[in-house]
């Protein structure tokens, strides 16, 4: 075995080990964007139902 032959595998390795870290990371980017789109207009139209509820006016105005 050549003495440089080692850190080359371990080079190689750690390259060939990039490669699903960056497709995990990619899916996990993609989810959380997607997270984001689905639930940002749902929140704004919950918070638009719950704030014409009568309850509602009493907890704006209630003393804290």
Avoid: E, Q, Y
């Amino acid at each position: 075995m050549k003495r440089d032959t080692l850190p080359l595998l371990w080079a190689r390795g750690l390259v060939a080990a990039l490669a699903p870290w960056k497709a995990i990371l990619l899916a996990l980017l993609l989810n959380a964007a997607l997270a984001i789109v689905v639930t940002a207009p749902l929140a704004s139209r919950l918070h638009d139902v719950l704030d014409a509820r009568p309850a509602a006016d009493g907890l704006a105005h209630a003393s804290a």
